[in-house]
């Protein structure tokens, strides 16, 4: 299984099947960590981490504070794909995995470069997160 990321024109493939979106919320710069799992053609959120709250942070119910860090496992539906708004002027998002953390657009080639193409050049262009498409053998 893999992950692909799309923008634009744009598309990149990882051998992944479970990873780690992570974001600072752009009020109260407090991170926010999404553990996901791929499963068939769907993402399966798994667990949730909020390090604070705040303006539009309500901490979810049944969460656990541990060392500073509220845990939650969230109640969200398995997601045909995530849709992120990618924008110079706020904190981008984070992929994580294997605990490495590295920012989701350097992971698509060509995303932070002028391109040509008007949807990756925008002040705010969209990345989508899906499982790709299994391979047909012959």
Not at 22 to 40: M, P, V
Not at 100 to 117: F, H, S, V, Y
């Amino acid at each position: 299984m893999s992950l692909c990321l799309v923008s634009g024109s744009l598309l990149a493939a990882l051998p992944l099947t479970a990873f780690t979106l992570a974001w600072t919320h752009s009020i109260e710069k407090t991170r926010w960590e999404e553990d996901w799992r791929i499963q068939g053609k769907q993402l399966l959120l798994v667990a949730a981490r909020i390090r604070g709250s705040g303006a539009g942070m309500e901490i979810p119910s049944g969460a656990t504070l541990r060392d500073g860090i509220w845990h939650y496992t969230p109640t969200l539906p398995p997601q045909g794909g995530l849709l992120l708004r990618h924008s110079p002027y706020v904190a981008g998002y984070e992929l994580c995995s294997e605990l490495q953390c590295r920012p989701l657009a350097d992971l698509i080639p060509g995303m932070n470069e002028n391109t040509g193409d008007a949807a990756n050049n925008a002040d705010d262009t969209l990345i989508e997160l899906r499982p790709c498409p299994e391979r047909r053998t012959p």
